[in-house]
């Protein structure tokens, strides 16, 4: 099992950046592919970015490829999520989740509490 917890969200203009970050409980960290997922209001939870368990392989909707990077740093048990150019319909919470599919990009089992981020136009 696994705690997560997310960090970083908050207010921006359109145009600026954010880094999200979820730090896991344990020391089973690296047995875990991660992901972020995020639901705006009135909308379906949605992928956002996936990373491998030791980090050598992202993946990302195409439609927020070249905006949002995701890392790892196993010896921080850490998961980043850094967010450039952002736009107004980037507003969501966001979702750290750990054991995602990499190849459905299905969620796994363990979710952070969110984190909300709001762009302003």
């Known amino acids: 099992q696994v705690q997560l917890e997310e960090s970083g969200g908050g207010l921006v203009q359109a145009g600026g950046s954010l880094r999200l970050s979820c730090t896991a409980s344990?020391?089973?960290?690296?047995?875990?592919?991660m992901a972020w997922f995020r639901q705006a209001p009135g909308k379906e939870r949605e992928f956002v970015a996936g990373?491998?368990?030791?980090?050598?392989?992202?993946y990302y909707p195409n439609s927020l490829k070249g905006r949002f990077t995701i890392s790892r740093d196993n010896a921080k048990n850490t998961v980043y999520l850094q967010m450039n150019s952002l736009k107004p319909e980037d507003t969501a919470v966001y979702y750290c989740?750990?054991?995602?599919?990499?190849?459905?990009?299905?969620?796994?089992?363990?979710w952070g509490q969110g984190t909300q981020v709001t762009v302003s136009s």
């Open positions: 344990g020391r089973t960290f690296s047995t875990y592919t």
């Open positions: 989740n750990a054991g995602y599919n990499s190849v459905t990009w299905a969620p796994g089992l363990y």
């Open positions: 990373v491998s368990r030791f980090g050598a392989s992202t």
